[in-house]
């Protein structure tokens, strides 16, 4: 009887083991594979958050470069067109060539205005795009170059119309406009290219 009740006990014990463990590997197994599945998630979620971040960040610089390129080629436009303009102003002659002397006059004195705007608003860009000390040149050009220049301008032409015959000033402000103000300019601009990178490296 004894035997018996042993033997049965070990055979209840045994299905019981067989039962929990039929039922607890299974259960185990799902679990980890639950935790894989989350894990998987988690780095594919975080694969895709740094690739939004690296789309957003390569978009923006795109953007700023972009805004860099414009900024060379409207400054450069502009001061270029500044200085035609007064070179036209002085190289022909207020009394020999009245008609186009006036229409040179005329002309500056019409456009002049709104490129000088134009020119200082593209360095308030250049304070976001560029260095301070690229700025900072860019501000030289503007108040120490161009204002004086334009300043200079229409004092002479103020001069010129007191005066009965051409004056001698013109000469050297023309030979100034030309060289003096064309090697500021070319040098600053070519700064601007070298700092921004837009340069070839055949031109550095």
């Not at 134009?118 to 000390?133: F, G, N, P, V, W």
Request: aromatic residues 10%; contains cysteine.
């Amino acid at each position: 009887m004894s035997f018996s009740q042993d033997f049965l006990e070990k055979v209840l014990l045994l299905i019981l083991t067989a039962g929990v463990t039929g039922f607890l590997i299974p259960y185990v197994l799902k679990i980890v594979d639950e935790r894989k599945v989350q894990k998987q998630k988690e780095i594919d979620d975080r694969r895709l958050r740094e690739q939004k971040l690296y789309e957003a960040a390569l978009l923006r610089q795109n953007k700023i470069i972009d805004a860099q390129v414009q900024l060379l080629d409207n400054l450069a436009n502009l001061i270029w067109e500044y200085q035609l303009l007064a070179i036209e102003v002085s190289y022909f002659d207020p009394i020999e060539q009245c008609p186009l002397y006036s229409a040179a006059v005329t002309e500056y004195d019409k456009r002049t205005g709104a490129i000088f705007a134009k020119i200082r608003a593209e360095i308030s860009k250049a304070l976001h795009l560029t260095s301070t000390d690229t700025y900072q040149e860019l501000r030289r050009l503007y108040y120490e170059e161009l204002i004086p220049l334009d300043v200079k301008l229409y004092g002479l032409m103020k001069k010129q119309r007191d005066a009965d015959q051409k004056i001698p000033d013109w000469k050297h402000f023309n030979e100034n406009t030309v060289h003096n103000l064309g090697y500021v300019i070319d040098k600053t601009l070519n700064n601007l290219a070298e700092e921004l990178r837009l340069k070839s490296a055949e031109h550095k």
